[in-house]
């Protein structure tokens, strides 16, 4: 594994077994996180993210379970660690960032005991008193007054919370941190606060932040990488930048083209035609076969690999690959 | 100091304690309910005690001609009438229980010596609290934990093992356990006394001092009393504390199960709190809310379960007391010990609440 890279997915599946069948939410899935990045994970509701996001962690619980693959996170594979291990790593090397602020705090524990609760989970030895002063030391840096830390979540703001959780993320230093829709529940001031927030402590901590968001507008402003998700599979993946002013995948085409008011200055808005695959039964060959403007025969049949296309910018479409140079396009 | 006294204090005095608590610390609306839930508490009673007492002289049968029985001619129960003020109008019968009720005299008993009311129940009542304490926390700690291993297993085969023992548990009638209980470890092993609070010999030797024994027993170093106290107070609040432990097993189960999907417990188990702590600490604390509020309702069932059970062991409590006196029409005393329970309830319930609003930092009344 390469030295610039903290966390290197290998051939990630993940799968929910429900009454109906095995739904695999993440499928066959390689994702590289380089080292004090912030990498933009974006893709339709139900495409796989938050399933995605978990199991880097190897949180997933009941019905959901990682079928396949290798985690490989600073130089070990967290899939050989048992589950009593997994907590060591939980919190002290990987934090992780929910959607809801609002329910992600125990209503019944103050701020300041989460995070003494958190540092001494971690380091037993930690005194009271220190790890006290670390919690007063950490929020105020991240813009919560040290008076605050006494207070029970339900008497702070959907922002100030959303740093509570930031915080609990940092306090152990952790080297990535998971931040699943941080900002879907805030108001766009508070918003944008949180995301310059975020590039602060990228740059201060050299932290390395997997973002994942269904909002593009978030992944352009603050992202150094983006990762694009279709229906379980990695679409696209690259430098924001580059995949912005031009997108290979036709998904991130559409996905782009219906955003409103980015780097594409499109007349009218555009709508993507369909929706995505039920993943109970997705489509054979390339799953977004059926949405596709420049579907070609083979797409229906051959499943189009993850590979480069220039550079460092990956696409998983038959368009770029031997397969679909020798096809005729069917439309368009 | 009379027991009954004693034992007032040592209900009053923490409650006042609590109360207090509450005043200083509390958020003046939390002050402003807690004096409206006293306020409503009084005509509750009130209301309640009107009724007792116009029910227990519509019911047929009269506690003069129950206590002469069929030896009574007309002539003699019509005196006895008259010397208890029986054949007084309904409204000036009523009117002298009202003045009763606020002096907190309750009057005497209609049947036997004509005892006042409340050096029967300075007696009886310390008996029945020494009965529901113990049964109380037994119902309480087993059925918390019982419920949150339960629900820590969830749908393994320990969870079903007490959902099983809350389903039976819950629907075994408490006379049908009670007589086992005295069948199995009374009679069949002989381990345990099956009737009565204390050996009769061992008995007079008991001070006196709140008439909760095993109190007295401790404070005056009477170990042989405290252990015939102790061994005598088994079966019965073990039959009455496992009734009522079902349902605290089957409330406390749901709740954390729901907890656990809370949220939160995600979030604090990817900060690596291990899954015990996320179950005992983190579930079973926001869990307790409800529960603490079904403890609340569960006072009235308690008292209801006293009762029967106090019946079944013959033990000398209020509630043993209540069935005899109900069936001899003992007007005076059925409507005291009505009255008396019913403010005992409508004052745990309201320590209940309090304790919740402080258990619970989102509670704003
Ligand atoms: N608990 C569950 N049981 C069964 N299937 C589930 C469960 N959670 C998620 N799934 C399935 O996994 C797929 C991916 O879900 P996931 O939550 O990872 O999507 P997402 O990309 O995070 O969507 P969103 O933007 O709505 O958060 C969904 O299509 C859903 O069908
Ligand atoms: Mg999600």
Known sequence: MPADILYSV??????????????????????????????????????????????????????????GGELWFDGRDLMKLSEREMPDVRGAEIGMVFQDPMTSLNPVQRILDHLTETIQTHEPEISDAAARARSEELVERLGIRRERLNEYPHQMSGGMRQRVMISLALALRAKLVIADEPTTSLDVIVEAKFLDLLKELQKEFGLTILLITHNIGVVAEVADRVAVMYAAKMAEVGDVNEVFADPKHPYTQGLLKSVPNIRLEEAELYKMEGAPPNLLHPPAGCRFNPRCPFVMEVCRTQEPAFAPVVGDHYASCLLYQEAGMKQERLHG | MTPIALIAIMIGVPAVLLLAYVFIRGSAGLRHYI???????????????????????????????????????????????????????????????????????FGNSLIGGHRPIVDEMSERFPATLELVIPASILALLLGIWGGTFAASRRKRTADYLWRIYSVVIYSLPIFWLGLIMQLVFGIQFGWLPISGRIDPIIGTTIEHITNLYAVDALITGNWAALGSVLQHLILPTVTLGLILSGV?????????????????????????????????????????IPVITLIGLQVAILLAGAVLTETVFSWPGMGRYLVERISSRDYTAVQSVITVFALLVALISLAVDVIYSLVDPRVRY
């Not at chain 1, 077994?17 to 899935?29: C, E, I, Q, S, Y």
């Not at chain 2, 907890?259 to 005992?280: K, P, S």
Request: with cysteine; glycine share 8%; charged share 20%.
């Open chain 2, 248 to 288: 605290f097993v089957r409330m406390t189960r749901i709740n954390v199960i729901e907890t656990l999907q809370a949220d939160y417990i995600a979030a604090a188990r990817a900060r690596g709190i291990r899954e015990r702590v996320l179950v005992y600490g983190h579930a079973l604390k926001n869990a307790m």
């Open chain 1, 10 to 67: 290998r051939n990630l599946t993940v799968e929910y077994k429900t009454r109906a069948g095995v739904v695999r939410a993440v499928d066959n899935v390689s994702l590289d996180i380089r080292r004090g990045e912030i990498l933009g994970l974006v893709g339709e509701s139900g495409c796989g993210k938050s399933t995605l996001g978990k199991a880097l962690m190897r949180l997933h619980t009941g019905p959901a379970s990682i079928a």
């Open chain 2, 35 to 105: 004096l409206t839930r006293i306020a409503l508490t009084l005509p509750m009673v009130f209301i309640l005690a009107t009724l007792v007492f116009f029910v227990m002289r519509i019911l047929p049968g009269d506690p003069v001609r129950s206590a002469l029985g069929p030896k009574g001619s007309p002539e003699l129960i019509q005196q006895i009438r008259e010397q208890l003020g029986l054949n007084d109008p309904m409204i000036v019968q009523y009117a002298r229980f009202l003045g009763d009720m606020v002096t907190l005299d």
